[in-house]
């Protein structure tokens, strides 16, 4: 069975402090896809990044990095310097490469940061 | 359009009666998929289709759930007699194809409440 965990159901922090939200995934598959969506108070899911499994390659992008490990099974994600927008709900979600189609969403961890 | 689209954006209606969701995919986009968010319950997958066929339905609740694409674009998802604890967003999302490199762009939602 797959299965996406985030632990950490709400984090707290004050702007311009680095943040780290854990992903944790379980799968038998050999190819799968890793994603990060974002969710704002308006409520749309908004596409941040995409990994498949044959990639290790850790991956920077402005204040925003992933950390991918097979070896533990996650996909970490870093935002550095936290700013009042990036207040948010977000979801890690996996993929399998046997089946494709549809998403397994772990719960969301909910980031708020205050001025 | 630009992105996906969904309508009603909202949605009321009183237990037992049927309700028709729409979503209009981005242009071009061959995958469309059907999810729904509850407090409770998280994200949930219900339906995708590649085309207008639906490789994967496993996750619509009951019968009284069904859904359906034509013309490669539209698609309505349809609930039958309507439950209290339909209540929910629904949201659709599209993709290019189906393949995991290909990330999905959801839309806005539609927001149903029962009655």
């Known amino acids: 069975a797959q299965k996406v965990t985030q632990a950490q159901t709400e984090i707290s922090v004050v702007e311009k402090e680095d943040v780290t939200l854990d992903c944790v995934y379980e799968?038998?598959?050999?190819?799968?896809?890793l994603f990060w969506y974002k969710q704002p108070p308006s409520g749309e899911l908004v596409f941040l990044i995409r990994r498949n499994s044959f990639d290790e390659q850790n991956e920077i992008s402005g204040r925003y990095s992933w950390n991918f490990q097979k070896s533990t099974s996650s996909f970490n994600f870093t935002i550095t310097a936290s700013q009042v927008v990036d207040s948010a709900v977000y979801f890690c979600a996996l993929q399998r490469g046997s089946t494709l189609g549809r998403l397994y969403f772990g719960r969301g961890t909910q980031l708020t940061v205050w001025p | 359009g630009a992105g996906v689209s969904q309508s009603p954006s909202n949605k009321v209606t009183e237990k037992g009666k049927d309700v028709e969701l729409r979503c209009d995919p981005i242009?071009?986009?061959?995958?469309l998929y059907w999810y729904r968010q509850s407090l409770g319950q998280g994200l949930e997958f219900l339906i995708y289709?590649?085309?207008?066929?639906?490789?994967?339905k496993s996750g619509l609740p009951s019968d009284r759930f069904s859904a359906e694409r034509t013309g490669g674009s539209v698609s309505t998802l349809t609930i039958q007699r309507t439950q209290q604890e339909d209540s929910a967003v629904y949201l659709c999302a599209s993709s290019l194809s189906d393949r995991g490199n290909q990330p999905q762009h959801f839309g806005d939602g539609t927001r149903l409440s029962i009655l």
């Open positions: 289709f590649q085309g207008n066929s639906a490789p994967d």
């Open positions: 799968t038998r598959d050999t190819t799968y896809y």
């Open positions: 242009s071009g986009h061959t995958a």
